[in-house]
């Protein structure tokens, strides 16, 4: 049930992150989800695209002189209500997982009411299974293609 | 790292693999000798010494080479062409020479000695690469004034193997005479082997089938571990680093055994030495530095703390190979461009040590060095390579700060470690620049 996510450096300098998405946009890459996390010195663009898009979309990155890598992330959906967030973080807590990094889709799905949360954790595998067993609604890749 | 179980072949065990106390003595005798014939034969290096306070009955043994005085590449120059012979003129058997830094060359006279020890040196050299008697050893330096075809041609020769002196060009005569003759060890520099493996590639030869070369002792130039995989790859051989100078001998004063890993350098006839180039006091093993040579059997024209200003580090751990002869490393660098930030003697090629073994890294590189508030400051620019990168901040800062704390332990200072867009360092054909600096210093 992971999801492909497209991790981006961008060095933090002006006109970096438009650069990056014209090339993506003017190839057609829809972006799904994006966030930017910075420091100072650099930042890492996080992208989610469609399954077949993904690796075209990489290597368009590549050829460009951008260091980029797939990895694995997890698709959570959260009620769209208060502490709708507050309860998926809670169980994420009571089995001693943290969370590394978090952000949403752009787009809500089909016949969804809730946001959908892209979360890397610090085990993603124990976290598969607490989601599982308390039958948190996840994002496959086969949904997000469908956005 | 896979455990290789080579065969390794040894010109003199017993003087390559001589316990390191019976070296320091023959050392100390050899280097007494040799400074009391350069006293009595030398009037500018008599008056260096003199102007040093020093006499020769001062020097005891290899523990007092560091009283005395330097010589430079200007000497050769200043005393040119005769007045650093230390023998009459008539025992000189050969006139060696190489460029200078004005229109004219700087020379070397040997005796017949010189001629001797210089042979047993390359003899050594195209042993440890695996020369035998039974070898054929194509030479494609020129056999002229430059030490590099002659070098070649007298070790291969005293080894018995069959030497083809081809000298330097014709590619296609290179590549016929090889192929006919069955050459199995080659001897050029490094760009030249590169440029023959792609020729011979480009013929559509394949040299693992069509010819028998098994190694190359490859010198006179900088080379690199990449330069090195690659004519291994294009000629299937072995490629040794050799080194070695005009005023030292030629090339064979240190030669890489198949190990690869540093170059022997020939203890019994020179003493090698790692200085600070600044102050001239000497350094231990393993700390980068100018190397200085002095010539211990030599009699035509000994050359007494000759600095090289090329900069490596010493080794006097024992090799894979069996030889005890202490190891040089490649030459990272020439001692101009040394910086020195917040007192502290920097070499770039030290920088690129760390990168080069911190997993991952690309070994481009830029040094920025800047003064604010009057004190020095370094960055060090490094391209984020696909290794380094991961999806969270705090692994591209654990990369970070473990590059930071490198460079601290090899190079004692602070420095700020900033990561940049791959293939964004600037790439030169041979010398990179590698540093900004920005502090008006002149
Ligand atoms: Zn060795």
Redesign the interface.
């Known amino acids: 049930m992971f999801i492909k ?1 497209i ?1 981006v ?3 933090n300098k002006r006109g970096a992150l438009r650069e990056m998405t014209e090339l993506l946009g003017k190839s057609g890459v829809d972006l799904l989800a994006l966030s930017v ?1 910075d ?1 100072q ?2 930042g ?1 663009i ?1 992208i989610i695209v469609s399954s077949v898009a993904t690796e075209p979309a990489l290597k368009l990155l590549r050829d460009n ?5 797939v ?1 694995h992330v997890i698709c959570a959906e959260v009620p769209d209500r208060p502490l709708g967030l507050c309860e998926l973080l809670s169980l994420i807590e009571q089995a001693n997982l943290s969370v ?2 978090m952000y949403s889709f752009l787009r809500a799905s089909r016949g969804s009411e809730g946001a959908h949360m892209i979360l ?1 954790l610090s085990d993603g595998e124990k976290a598969m299974q607490v989601f599982q067993m308390h039958e948190v609604n996840l994002f496959s890749q086969e949904d997000v293609d469908a956005l | 790292m896979e455990m290789s179980q080579r065969e390794h072949r040894i010109y003199n065990p017993a003087m390559e693999c001589i316990s390191r106390d019976e070296l320091h003595k023959i050392q100390g005798e050899r280097l007494v000798a040799t400074v009391k014939r350069e006293y009595e034969n030398v009037p500018m290096y008599r008056a260096r010494m003199d102007a040093a306070g020093i006499k020769p009955e001062d020097i005891h043994g290899v523990e007092d080479l560091k009283y005395l005085p330097f010589m430079e590449k200007t000497d050769l120059r200043d005393y040119y062409p005769f007045d650093l012979f230390a023998s009459p003129k008539s025992e000189i058997v050969r006139i060696q020479g190489s460029s200078g830094t004005t229109g004219k060359p700087i020379v070397s006279g040997y005796t017949r000695n010189d001629i001797e020890i210089w042979s047993e040196m390359m003899a050594r050299t195209l042993t440890a690469a695996g020369a035998t008697k039974d070898d054929v050893v194509q030479v494609t330096y020129g056999l002229g004034l430059f030490t590099g075809g002659f070098g070649a041609y007298q070790g291969a020769d005293r080894i018995g193997a069959m030497v083809i002196p081809m000298s330097s060009g014709n590619t296609n005569r290179q590549i016929m005479m090889m192929k006919d003759l069955g050459t199995t060890l080659l001897c050029c520099t490094p760009s030249y082997a590169t440029y023959l493996g792609e020729t011979i590639r480009e013929m559509g030869i394949d040299p693992n089938k069509d010819l028998k070369l098994k190694a190359g002792c490859f010198g006179a130039e900088p080379w690199t571990e990449e330069m090195r995989k690659r004519i291994e790859e294009l000629l299937g051989i072995d490629a040794c680093d050799i080194y070695g100078l005009t005023e030292i001998s030629g090339p064979g004063v240190a030669f890489e055994c198949l190990e690869k890993h540093g170059m022997h350098i020939n203890e019994d006839h020179v003493i090698a030495e790692i200085i600070n180039p600044a102050t001239g006091e000497q350094l231990p093993y393993g700390k980068p530095g100018e190397l200085v040579f002095t010539t211990i059997t030599k009699t035509g024209m000994p050359m007494l703390r000759y600095r090289t200003h090329d900069i490596c580090t010493l080794t006097d751990e024992k090799c894979g190979c069996g030889r005890t002869l202490a190891r040089m490393g490649r030459i990272t660098g020439r001692t101009d461009d040394m910086l020195v930030i917040r007192g502290v003697n920097v070499f770039p090629s030290q920088i690129e040590s760390v990168l080069v073994r911190a997993d991952g890294v690309a070994p481009h590189y830029m040094l920025i060095v800047d003064r604010i508030n009057s004190s020095d400051t370094l960055e060090v620019q490094v391209e ?3 290794d ?7 692994h ?2 654990n990369v ?1 700060k473990y590059i930071i704390d490198q460079i601290k332990s090899v190079v004692g200072i602070a420095s700020k470690v ?7 360092i600037p790439r030169s054909e041979g010398k990179a620049k590698r540093v900004i600096d920005n502090r008006n210093l002149h």
């Open positions: 996510q991790s450096f961008l060095e996390a420091t010195n650099f890492i996080r002189g951008y260091t980029a890598k990895n590394e990094y890397r | 984020m390579t696909e380094m990168f991961g999806d969270t901040i705090s591209i800062e970070r900033t990561l940049v867009a791959p293939k964004s």
